[in-house]
């Protein structure tokens, strides 16, 4: 005689636990999350250690990039027109290096085809798209920490000027944590779309990270605070004069474009094979 | 009560179908081989059950909810094409992360206890791509059968086994629906090893399905014959077809179909000077009532 069955439908908590769960567990069990924490720590040092150095070969010193230390975490103020590389590097970068680093770790579900595991007891698809969104978001705030940390190590070995407003500075480094949501929704969005291309994923996420459409459109409209409504202008906004308005504009730019990427990414991922 | 119920399930890429207006009945309880040449659209249908495709049309109903039921999905294991594991980590963690994602209790103890049915209980260290075939289908089938599972869907799990590995993974089949009240739904082209665990079959060609019976059913209507060895086989069969009238030489036999009664087979040769050197009785198997059933198709076709 057949068996009496009885089936219970998980709640929205319990789904998203379990698929948060595995994002999670594999997040800290496999070597990527922390190659990319040590790459974001590495790159600001490397840049503030050798900007000003002397060429062994031409003997030149070149010009130092950056007199104070902070410099390297945000601009001045918001500069949508980039008119030389320190005025673009600073920790937005994370979020050029986080984009590869989510390309990979959604690359790989496909690549194992775990993610058929995946989708055959998750019914839901959004319950993808917003496990992808958070776990990215949080491996993205975590560069962000330890692009920090690299920065001031870097600061204090070379002797960099350290003065600052220190709210306008914690609110900036909030504000760009923050964002880390709205780009990490970008990033899975697009991983969604380009699920079986995992080279074309890697190069968008770099092309999108790198928020050269941005910096275009700010070439011909200028420094307008209109470009804050999209995530690479907010990020930008969020620089050493950031007040709390700064924090709000975050805050909505980054919720709204994940809310946006995550229907879209649910919205494709119902309409089309998922592998 | 049906575990899986498809009607009029169609799926084409490129328009062409892959799975045509296909109706699909699996009892629960059943191990149901789905049968079908290559390209014959057994994985698509697997795929499709799993929500992995998105079908064009038609219906799919597991233990009578919608498939898309979160409840009913939840229960189902399933073994597509690989078994889905990350090469660089453990056994034990790649076991570890389907159990996080089904949010079980003990997962330790849910790890433990499926590494013992597929017999793997020293390998949970290992990593995955260490692993030989044999190995990486058992942990496909662990992980599947993780959060004890209402409906296991595998596709071609004995691939590439050797004989000890089928055997190992016939014995773990029969176990889980007997211990476990699991359904099974497995397609596999190794129709001699089907044959020796399904309890229903399907199958299907061109997308469609063109018969679902039982194993019951399969073996009634299976043609009963005789083989037999003579010295001079040409004029034994022109013996054998003045009475017998369905006499084929095969295989190196001569085969006396639908008769059961070797006896007078013997005694009808012997009378006419044929001396049998060797005779047994047989029933057609799968593999050669499926080959009988395409061929018909064909000539239908025609």
């Known amino acids: ?275 | 009560m049906n575990a899986i119920e498809i009607k009029d399930l169609s799926k084409s890429f490129r328009g062409m179908y892959a799975v045509d207006h296909l109706n699909m009945t699996v009892p629960q309880g059943a191990i149901y081989g789905f049968v079908g040449e290559n390209g014959s659209g057994k994985s698509t249908t697997m795929k499709l059950i799993c929500g992995h495709l998105v079908a064009d049309s038609g219906e799919i109903k597991l233990f009578g909810r919608d498939y898309t039921d979160a409840g009913v999905r939840v229960r189902v294991g399933a073994l597509i094409e690989n078994a889905g594991c990350f090469p660089g980590s453990s056994v034990y963690q790649n076991l570890m992360m389907q159990a996080i994602n089904l949010n079980l209790k003990n997962p330790d103890e849910e790890i433990k206890r499926v590494l013992e049915i597929v017999r793997m209980e020293d390998s949970a260290n290992t990593k995955f791509k260490s692993c030989s075939l044999g190995m990486k289908q058992r942990i496909g089938i662990a992980m599947a059968l993780l959060g004890e599972p209402a409906l296991l869907i595998l596709d071609e799990p004995i691939n590439g086994l050797d004989t000890d590995g089928m055997r190992i993974m016939r014995e773990i089949l029969v176990d889980i629906t007997k211990n476990y009240g699991c359904t099974v739904l497995i397609s596999s082209h190794l129709l001699g090893e089907l044959e020796k665990i399904a309890t229903h079959y399907g199958i299907i060609r061109q997308g469609k399905m063109i018969m679902e019976m039982s194993a019951e059913e399969m073996d009634s209507r299976a043609q009963v014959f005789v083989s037999l060895k003579t010295k001079d086989m040409k004029g034994a069969i022109a013996v054998l077809r003045t009475k017998f009238t369905d006499v084929r030489e095969e295989e190196e036999y001569i085969r006396v179909y639908d008769v059961d009664d070797a006896e007078s087979i013997v005694e009808h040769l012997l009378k006419n000077g044929h001396v049998v050197s060797e005779i047994k009785k047989n029933k057609i198997g799968l593999e050669e009532y499926y080959i009988e059933l395409m061929s018909a198709n064909d000539k239908e076709a025609v």
């Open chain 1, 1 to 275: 005689m057949a068996k009496e069955l009885h089936f219970e439908s998980p709640s929205f908590g319990e789904r998203i636990k379990g698929m948060l769960g595995v994002d999670f567990y594999r997040l800290f069990h496999t070597p990527l999350f922390y190659i990319f924490l040590a790459i974001a720590a590495v790159i600001p040092a490397m840049i503030l250690g050798t900007s000003g150095m002397e060429n062994p070969q031409t003997g030149e010193v070149a010009e130092k990039l950056y007199t104070n230390v902070w410099h390297i975490i945000a601009a001045e103020k918001p500069l949508y027109v980039v008119s030389s590389i320190a005025e673009y590097a600073n920790m937005n970068m994370v979020f050029i290096f986080g984009g590869i680093m989510v390309s990979i770790f959604i690359g790989h579900d496909y690549k194992s085809g775990y993610v058929k595991q995946l989708f055959t007891t998750h019914a839901k698809k959004q319950d993808y798209m917003i496990s992808k969104s958070l776990t990215s978001a949080f491996a993205m705030a975590c560069m962000c920490i330890t692009y920090l940390l690299g920065s001031v190590a870097a600061g204090l070995l070379t002797g960099l000027s350290m003065e600052v407003n220190a709210g306008s500075l914690i609110i900036a480094i909030l504000s760009k944590t923050i964002m880390s949501l709205g780009w990490a929704s970008l990033y899975t969005f697009l991983n969604i779309i380009f699920r079986r291309y995992f080279g074309i994923s890697i190069v968008s996420s770099f092309f999108f990270g790198t928020g050269i459409l941005i910096i275009g459109v700010a070439a011909i409209l200028g420094n307008s605070s209109l470009l804050n409504v999209f995530l690479y202008g907010s990020s930008v906004y969020a620089c050493l004069s950031a007040n709390v308005v700064t924090l709000i504009v975050c805050i909505i730019c980054s919720v709204a474009w994940a809310v946006i990427y995550n229907l879209a990414g649910t919205h494709i991922l119902n309409k089309s094979d998922v592998y």
